[in-house]
């Protein structure tokens, strides 16, 4: 499924990305590393969230980008719902985002029903943040200290500091990884 994700992304002009509401470090970070994965790559993205951005992650890379309205659903080519086992998660604007040609689901929970049908789901991943790492690292992608900075807070916050049972070993050479490409802890 990971090479009909990248086909998508590199297809694909126009990006809506959000993700559940009542936001967390994993939401947040996850978008905004692949909203600056897009970017790099001359993509046209948009990050909306129903909820504003809690004053704890504001610090992040290009969290002052975010947007609270969406206009025009049309206009984008893809749609990417980040970090929600189910369409409803994102609010009130999710029957409007399933309109969206092509959605994708990247996500970690184990309840997560398989709602899109290009999605990156894997129950033993510590967060969102592991999976885009993998994704990106498989796209070749630059990964710049902003984007690791992001995945890194995605990565942090969903383990708890690596504290959680969900941390494994991969989650230490993910943040490894981050943290020798910028990502400062």
């Known amino acids: 499924m990971i090479n009909e ?3 998508a992304i590199n ?3 126009s990006f809506l990305i959000t993700a559940h509401v009542r936001l967390d470090g994993d939401a947040l970070g996850s978008e ?3 909203y600056l994965m897009l970017r790099e790559l001359g993509k046209n993205v948009v990050v909306y969230n129903q909820d504003h951005t809690p004053e704890r992650y504001r610090f992040l890379p290009a969290a002052q980008n975010i947007v609270h309205d969406i206009n025009n659903i049309e206009q984008y080519d893809v749609g990417i719902i980040l970090d929600c086992s189910e369409l409803a998660r ?4 999710a029957e409007s985002i399933g309109k969206i040609k092509k959605l994708i689901n990247v996500d970690h929970h184990v309840s997560n029903n ?4 290009l999605k990156m789901l894997d129950a033993q991943a510590s967060s969102t943040g592991e999976l885009l790492f993998h994704l990106m690292r498989e796209m070749r992608v630059n990964m710049s200290r902003d984007i690791c900075t992001n995945l ?6 969903d383990t708890g500091n690596f504290r959680y ?3 494994r070993k991969e989650t230490f050479w993910a943040a490894g990884n981050l943290v020798e490409h ?3 802890p």
């Open 5 to 7: 994700i990248i086909t």
């Open 11 to 13: 297809e694909g002009q």
């Open 32 to 34: 905004l590393a692949l």
């Open 90 to 93: 994102v609010g009130d604007e």
């Open 114 to 117: 398989g709602f899109c049908s």
């Open 152 to 157: 890194y807070a995605a990565i942090i916050t």
């Open 165 to 167: 049972s969900s941390t």
């Open 182 to 184: 910028g990502a400062d």
